[in-house]
């Protein structure tokens, strides 16, 4: 009970502190808006695309939008207690190396998700994300995928704490990590554009669930080794 009391009040903390301050929401709905017009002035350029491409690159345009956002955020999920060294005062005030970690994990979902509906929003003005299938479905797929990118970047903020050179570290940790979930989230929203299969959606989004909750497990176990470590 004390681990979900524990990572409730740090994910608060957190999020207070980010709302106050907005750094991290600012920087990446900035780079998010940017990147939805870059591509989309790209579109535009380009003449005589077909109809099918132009949907199949705005979909998966908006999957590495999400993955290169994600990236750009985990650089703040550790780091006031990096700027302060606080991370041994939270295990000695009893706070359990898994309650952390949650509350990080927390912390990255929400700020995702509020970054997330803005980038969905401008996507479908100037991206034109056609989705022929079950429109609740694809925001199944999207959140399902979201928690997985979650997941896996804050395991690779965890591990790159106290990393020399954060930029280098994260991108070697992180694509590798991710790399299934890029394929399976790519096969989910390709099948709600084109001959939407519920069936395979579904299947596709528990391999995304089954992912992330692989590797939230093995870290939750492993978590106190790698502190010490």
Not at 55 to 70: K, P
Not at 86 to 112: D, E, N, R, T, W
Request: proline fraction near 3%; aromatic fraction near 14%; glycine fraction near 4%.
């Amino acid at each position: 009970m004390s681990i979900i009391v524990d990572t409730y009040n740090i994910a608060k903390k957190d999020l207070i502190l980010e709302f106050r301050t907005k750094e991290t929401l600012f920087s990446m709905s900035l780079f998010s808006f940017s990147s939805v017009l870059i591509l989309s002035t790209l579109f535009n350029l380009v003449e005589n695309i077909p109809l099918d491409a132009k949907y199949t690159i705005s979909t998966a345009s908006l999957w590495f939008i999400i993955i290169f956002t994600v990236m750009l955020g985990l650089n703040s999920v550790f780091s006031r207690e990096v700027r302060k060294n606080s991370i041994y005062s939270l295990l000695s005030l009893a706070s359990k190396p898994q309650a952390i970690f949650l509350a990080k994990l927390v912390y990255l979902g929400v700020v995702l998700a509020v970054v997330e509906v803005f980038t969905f929003i401008m996507a479908i003005v100037f991206l034109k994300i056609n989705i022929q299938g079950d429109l609740l479905l694809f925001f199944f797929v999207l959140v399902v995928g979201t928690i997985d990118f979650a997941v896996a970047g804050c395991i690779v903020s965890f591990l790159t704490i106290y990393a020399k050179s954060k930029t280098l570290a994260i991108p070697i940790l992180f694509f590798p990590l991710i790399l299934p979930s890029i394929l399976i989230a790519g096969q989910a929203t390709e099948n709600l554009t084109f001959y939407y299969d519920p069936r395979l959606v579904i299947i596709n989004t528990g391999l995304l669930f089954l992912h992330a909750f692989i590797i939230l497990v093995l870290t939750l176990f492993f978590i106190d080794d790698l502190i010490t470590e």
